[in-house]
T-cell receptor, first 113, second 116 residues
Framework: SQQGEEDPQALSIQEGENATMNCSYK?????LQWYRQNSGRGLVHLIL?????REKHSGRLRVTLDTSKKSSSLLITASRAADTASYFC?????????????FGKGTTLSVSS | DGGITQSPKYLFRKEGQNVTLSCEQN?????MYWYRQDPGQGLRLIYY???????QKGDIAEGYSVSWEKKESFPLTVTSAQKNPTAFYLC???????????????FGDGTRLSIL
C-alpha cells in the first residue's frame, strides 16, 4: 500500500534555480523522510522531519510538514546538475507498532547546465 | 566503512528456477528490509524483520522468501512461484523501530533481476 504521492512526477529546471516537490499522504504519521535515488543506485536518506515539527533545514534542503493537510514539501535551493535524481518521500505510520516505512512513487528531477 | 552490500549487481533467471539475492550489512542494524522497484515506480515492500529470525510480510510477499539466521546476512529468494520477477531489488537496514518513530534506512545498490 503506497501512502505517499509525490507531485510533480517529473520536474526539469536550469542550474541555479530552486526545485520544489510535494508529498501528500493519507494516514497519521510519526515522521516523514525524504530520500534521493541516482539512476541505477540505491536510495540515500536526506532528511527526517517529525510529526511535531513544521520545518527543517539541511544545507540546501528545506522540508516543511503540514500534518493538518497531510502534506510535505522538499525545496532544493540553487540546484546543481548533480541534484539530478529521483526523490521519494516515505512515511512512518503511527498505527501498528514496528510498521515499516511506506514510500511514494517519486519525483524525477532533471537539472540542466 | 559501514554499509550494505548487495550481490550480484545483475542476475538472470530461467523459467521455473529459484534464485537467491545476497544482502550483507556491517552496520550492526537490527532491522532489515527487502523492496522491489519496477521502472518509474516507487518501492514496494516484500519482507522486513525487526528481530533476527522473525519476519513480517510486506505488500507483495507472494513468490518470495527470506531467511535471517545471522545479523549480517539477509538473503532474499525469488521462487518459481513469482511469475513476474523482472525488477530492481533493494535491500535496506535501519536501527530498530522505536516507539512511534521509524528510523532512517540505509540502502544497498540493488540487484537487477531479469528473466531469460
Amino acid at each position: 500500500s503506497q501512502q505517499g504521492e509525490e507531485d510533480p512526477q517529473a520536474l526539469s529546471i536550469q542550474e541555479g534555480e530552486n526545485a520544489t516537490m510535494n508529498c501528500s499522504y493519507k494516514t497519521s504519521i510519526n515522521n516523514l523522510q525524504w530520500y534521493r535515488q541516482n539512476s541505477g543506485r540505491g536510495l540515500v536518506h536526506l532528511i527526517l522531519i517529525r510529526s511535531n515539527e513544521r520545518e527543517k533545514h539541511s544545507g540546501r534542503l528545506r522540508v516543511t510538514l503540514d500534518t493538518s493537510k497531510k502534506s510535505s514539501s522538499l525545496l532544493i535551493t540553487a540546484s546543481r546538475a548533480a541534484d539530478t535524481a529521483s526523490y521519494f518521500c516515505a512515511t512512518g505510520p503511527t498505527e501498528g507498532a514496528g510498521t515499516a516505512l511506506i514510500f511514494g512513487k517519486g519525483t524525477t528531477l532533471s537539472v540542466s547546465s | 566503512d559501514g554499509g550494505i552490500t548487495q550481490s550480484p549487481k545483475y542476475l538472470f533467471r530461467k523459467e521455473g528456477q529459484n534464485v537467491t539475492l545476497s544482502c550483507e550489512q556491517n552496520l550492526n542494524h537490527d532491522a532489515m528490509y527487502w523492496y522491489r522497484q519496477d521502472p518509474g515506480q516507487g518501492l514496494r515492500l516484500i519482507y522486513y524483520s525487526q528481530i533476527v529470525n522473525d519476519f513480517q510480510k510486506g505488500d507483495i510477499a507472494e513468490g518470495y522468501s527470506v531467511s535471517w539466521e545471522k545479523k549480517e546476512s539477509f538473503p532474499l529468494t525469488v521462487t518459481s512461484a513469482q511469475k513476474n520477477p523482472t525488477a530492481f531489488y533493494l535491500c535496506a537496514s535501519s536501527p530498530p523501530y522505536r516507539v512511534y518513530s521509524n528510523q532512517p534506512q540505509h540502502f544497498g545498490d540493488g540487484t537487477r533481476l531479469s528473466i531469460l
